[in-house]
C-alpha cells in the first residue's frame, strides 16, 4: 500500500526567488524505510515538512502539485491532522521540549492530551512509547536534564505516542555524539522492525546505506535519483551533488570491486567483506 | 515597518514569542546590571515582541511578564502589570501602523511608550506608595515638588517621569535596533503575509 | 531541580488550598479595603492577611520581601508626615521638618494598605506550585494555549539565562569591553543582548514547528494525564470570599 504518494510538488518559501521543491514526483511503500540525502540546502528539510503539512501551512509561501501521505491531501489538512498519521522529529534535542512539563513522562503525554484522548489509554500509549524507546528508567526525570541521545528518544517517543503510519526524522542525530547517535539510529530501527514507514534525512551515509531500503537524491530541490542504496552510491558523479558515498564504497571503488552480477559497488561493511574476500 | 493588516494573529511563533520576550526582559534588566548602567531596560522583550506580532501580544506579553515576575521574583510586580500591558501594547499599536520605520520615528515612539507607561504607572503610585516610586532619585523629588506645590500627583507625574521616560526612550531604541538586526526568515515568521499562492 | 519560583515546599493548611482561591483571596483583600476605605477595615485585613501568613507556616521567608519594601515605606512615612497636603496640627520635629499628624496618618493609611497587598500576594505566590496554577485556570477554562504559555516560561526562562552566561563568556573572550567608562558600557549592551535575543528566537520557531505537530492548535475536548485535584472545600471558601465582596459593596452603598 502506498503510504505517500508525491505528485509533482513544487514549494517556494514567502519573499524567496528560487524554488525550494522543483517538482518532486515519488511513492513510498508502507513499512519501507527510505533515505533523504544531498547537499545542505538541497531540499532535504523543506521535503520532510512538506510530508508533514508544515510546508505550506505554517510557512504559506507558494504551492504547486499533492501531496498525499496515508490518504490525507497536505494541502487540503491541517497539521494537526496530519500529526495523527505522520510525525516528524527534528535535529535539535531541546527545543522540542514543550517546557511545560516537569517530567519526561508527562511531556511524551503532551500531544495526546491535546488530542483528547482518554486517559486509560493515554497511559499505554505512554507507557508502551516509552519501553520501545528505552526510557522507563528516566521516566520521572526533568525533560531538560537528559542526554543529547535520551532527549532525542524521548522526542520520538512523544511523536510515537500519537501514533502515526509514518514518521520523518530531519538529521536527529547532527547535534549528538556518537553514543547519542547510536542510541537513536537503534532506535529508528526498532521502529522500522515494527512496520512504521520511516523516511530519514541524513548525512550519516554509512548509516543510510545500512537501514535504507531505498534513497532518494535531491539537488536544488530537484529528484536526482530514487533507487535502491547500492545504485545511488554507485553513480560516478556523486560528488558534483555534494554528497560522498560510504566509505566502504570509495573503497571497493578504487579496488573496482563490484558486488556479484551487478555493476554497483557494495555499500556496507558486509558487503565490502564479501566481495573483498572473494577476490 | 509597513502597515499591517491583521491585529490578531494568535498563530504558534507568536505565542512562543511571549515566553522569549519574558526571557528577554529579563536578560535586558541582567545586562543592565551587569555593565551598571544607570536605567532599568525591562521592556526590551516587550517592546520587541509588539513590534514583531503586533498589539495584542505585546500587551500580552507585558502582564505575562508582571505576572511571572510575580510568582518568582517580586510580588509587587503584580501592581505593575498595567503599565507592561500598555507598553505592548502602544509599541504593537505604532508598529502595526506603520509608524516606526527609521530611527527618528522610533525615537518618538520610544517617548510615546514613556509617557504611556508614565500615564498608568503614576496613578498606580498614587494608589499603592502615595505618590513615590521607590526609587531614590525619584522620590527625592517627589520630596521637593510635594513640599514646594502641595500636588500629589504633579509630584507623582514629575517622579514617574523622571525615572521611566529616558528608560523607555532607549528601550525602544534597543528593540528597533535588535529587530532591524533579525534574519529574514526569522521576521518574516511574524510580518509575512498569510497568503497561500498557487504554483499549479 | 531548583525551580523558577518562589514556591515553597510546606504541608500546612493553606497550601493545601485550591489555587483559585487564593486569587480570590488576593482580589477581596485589594478591593475590600478600597470599597470600604476605614481604618478599621483596612487594620482586620492587614492582621488577617499576615495571619494567614504564619498559619502557612512561610513568615520566614516572607521577610526578604517585606524588608525591601519596609525601606520604601520608611521614606514614605517620612515623606508623607513632612509633606502631606493636608498636614495642619504639628506632632514633634524642627524646621522645615516637623511631622505633623494628618501626614503621618495618611503615611499609616498607605502602610496597612502596602502591608495587606503584599501579604495578600505573598499567600498566593509562597504557597502555590505554579504549575498546579496554571493547571487549575486552564480546568477552569483558560485557553489551554495561553496555559502552555505560562507554564512553560518557568523553564523556558532558566534555560534562557544559562545560555546566556555562555555567550557573555564567549563575547567577552572576543575581546568585547564590559568596564570602563559609561560609553564603554553602553555600547557593550547590544552585542551582548544581541545574540541572545538571536539564538533564542530560532529556537522558538524549532519550538513552535515541534508544538504544531504535537497538536497544540487542535480543536476539540483536551484530557488530562493528571487525575483532578479535590482542593478542601473549594466551592464553600470561594463563595464565602465573593459574599464578603458582595457585602462590602451593599454596606457601602447603604452609606
Not at chain 1, 103 to 117: C, D, I, K, P, S
Not at chain 1, 179 to 199: C, D, K, N, P, Y
Not at chain 3, 200 to 223: D, M, P, Q, W
Amino acid at each position: 500500500m502506498k503510504k505517500v504518494i508525491v505528485e509533482h510538488l513544487k514549494y517556494r518559501y514567502p519573499q524567496a526567488e528560487t524554488l525550494a521543491l522543483d517538482d518532486l514526483s515519488f511513492e513510498v511503500d508502507e513499512g519501507e524505510m527510505i533515505g533523504i540525502i544531498g547537499r545542505n540546502g538541497a531540499g532535504k528539510s523543506t521535503l520532510c515538512q512538506a510530508l508533514v503539512g508544515l510546508v505550506p501551512h505554517f510557512y504559506r509561501g507558494a504551492y504547486g502539485g499533492r501531496v498525499t501521505v496515508a490518504g490525507l491531501e497536505v494541502l487540503k489538512s491541517s497539521v494537526g491532522r496530519l500529526s495523527a498519521k505522520v510525525g516528524i522529529v527534528f535535529q535539535n534535542p531541546f527545543t522540542q521540549v514543550t517546557g511545560a512539563k516537569w517530567t519526561v513522562y508527562e511531556e511524551v503525554a503532551f500531544g495526546l492530551e491535546n488530542m483528547g484522548v482518554p486517559r486509560k489509554e493515554m497511559i499505554e500509549r505512554v507507557d508502551f512509547a516509552l519501553h520501545l524507546l528505552g526510557l522507563e528508567d528516566v521516566k520521572d526525570r526533568n525533560p531538560f536534564e537528559l542526554s543529547g541521545g535520551q532527549a532525542q528518544r524521548m522526542a520520538i517517543a512523544g511523536v510515537i505516542a500519537l501514533k502515526p503510519e509514518i514518521i520523518v526524522l530531519d538529521e536527529p542525530t547532527s547535534q549528538l555524539d556518537p553514543q547519542g547517535t547510536e542510541e537513536v539510529f537503534r532506535a529508528i530501527h526498532r521502529l522500522s522492525e515494527e512496520g512504521m514507514t520511516v523516511i530519514l534525512a541524513e548525512h550519516k551515509m554509512e548509516k543510510i546505506a545500512r537501514y535504507c531500503n531505498r534513497v532518494l537524491l535531491l539537488d536544488e530541490g530537484k529528484l536526482i535519483q530514487f533507487d535502491t542504496p547500492a545504485a545511488v552510491f554507485s553513480r560516478e558523479d556523486l560528488m558534483r551533488f555534494g554528497v560522498a558515498p560510504p566509505v566502504y564504497t570509495r573503497v571497493c571503488r578504487e579496488l573496482d570491486a563490484r558486488r556479484e552480477g551487478s555493476s554497483h559497488f557494495p555499500v556496507t561493511l558486509e558487503e565490502a567483506c564479501e566481495v573483498l574476500k572473494g577476490r | 515597518m509597513q502597515q499591517r493588516k491583521s491585529w490578531f494573529r494568535f498563530t504558534t511563533p507568536s505565542l512562543v514569542l511571549i515566553p522569549v520576550a519574558v526571557g528577554i526582559n529579563y536578560v535586558g534588566k541582567l545586562f543592565a546590571g551587569t555593565l551598571k548602567l544607570p536605567l532599568w531596560l525591562d521592556s526590551i522583550g516587550t517592546v520587541l515582541a509588539g513590534m514583531l506580532a503586533g498589539p495584542v501580544i505585546g500587551a500580552l506579553a507585558g502582564a505575562i511578564n508582571n505576572v511571572i515576575y510575580g510568582l518568582t521574583v517580586d510580588p509587587i510586580s503584580f501592581v505593575y502589570g498595567l503599565t507592561s500591558l500598555f507598553i505592548g501594547l502602544v509599541a504593537g499599536i505604532m508598529a502595526f501602523r506603520g509608524w516606526i520605520d527609521g530611527w527618528g520615528k522610533a525615537l518618538f515612539v520610544g517617548l510615546a511608550v514613556g509617557l504611556t507607561a508614565t500615564a498608568v504607572s503614576t496613578p498606580l503610585n498614587v494608589w499603592f506608595w502615595g505618590g513615590q516610586t521607590g526609587n531614590l532619585w525619584g522620590d527625592a523629588l517627589f520630596a521637593a515638588v510635594l513640599a514646594r506645590t502641595d500636588s500629589v500627583w504633579l509630584a507623582s507625574f514629575l517622579d514617574e517621569v523622571v525615572v521611566d521616560v529616558p528608560d523607555k526612550l532607549l528601550t525602544v531604541l534597543a528593540a528597533y535596533a535588535l529587530f532591524r538586526g533579525l534574519p529574514k526568515n526569522i521576521r518574516q515568521l511574524y510580518t509575512g503575509s498569510r497568503d497561500l499562492e498557487s504554483l499549479d | 531541580m531548583k525551580t523558577f519560583s518562589l514556591y515553597v515546599e510546606k504541608d500546612s493548611l493553606i497550601h493545601r488550598i485550591d489555587p483559585i482561591n487564593k486569587i480570590l483571596y488576593v482580589l477581596t483583600a485589594v478591593s475590600v479595603p478600597l470599597i470600604l476605605p476605614s481604618m478599621a477595615v483596612s487594620f482586620l485585613w492587614m492582621l488577617t492577611s499576615l495571619a494567614l501568613l504564619a498559619a502557612a507556616k512561610v513568615i520566614r521567608q516572607s521577610l526578604p520581601v517585606f524588608a525591601f519594601v519596609s525601606l520604601v515605606l520608611g521614606t514614605v512615612v517620612l515623606i508623607q508626615g513632612w509633606f502631606y497636603p493636608g498636614n495642619q496640627t504639628p506632632l514633634f520635629g524642627r524646621e522645615p521638618f516637623v511631622f505633623y499628624v494628618e501626614g503621618l496618618m495618611n503615611a499609616l493609611r498607605i502602610v496597612v494598605r502596602v502591608i495587606t497587598i503584599v501579604a495578600a500576594f505573598l499567600l498566593l505566590v509562597l504557597t502555590t506550585r505554579p504549575a498546579d496554577l496554571v493547571e487549575e485556570l486552564v480546568r477552569r477554562g483558560l485557553s489551554p494555549r495561553l496555559g502552555y504559555v505560562l507554564a512553560s516560561i518557568f523553564q523556558i526562562l532558566p534555560q534562557m539565562i544559562k545560555t546566556t552566561r555562555t555567550i557573555m563568556d564567549a563575547q567577552r573572550s572576543r575581546g568585547l569591553e564590559t568596564e570602563g567608562n559609561l560609553w564603554v558600557r553602553v555600547k557593550a549592551f547590544l552585542p551582548l543582548i544581541g545574540p541572545v535575543v538571536m539564538s533564542s528566537l530560532i529556537h522558538a520557531k524549532e519550538r513552535a514547528l515541534a508544538l504544531e505537530v504535537r497538536g497544540i492548535h487542535f480543536e476539540g475536548k483536551r484530557t488530562w494525564l493528571r487525575e483532578k485535584r479535590k482542593y478542601p472545600h473549594s466551592r464553600a471558601i470561594g463563595a464565602c470570599l465573593l459574599l464578603v465582596l458582595a457585602l462590602s459593596v451593599v454596606w457601602r452603598i447603604l452609606g
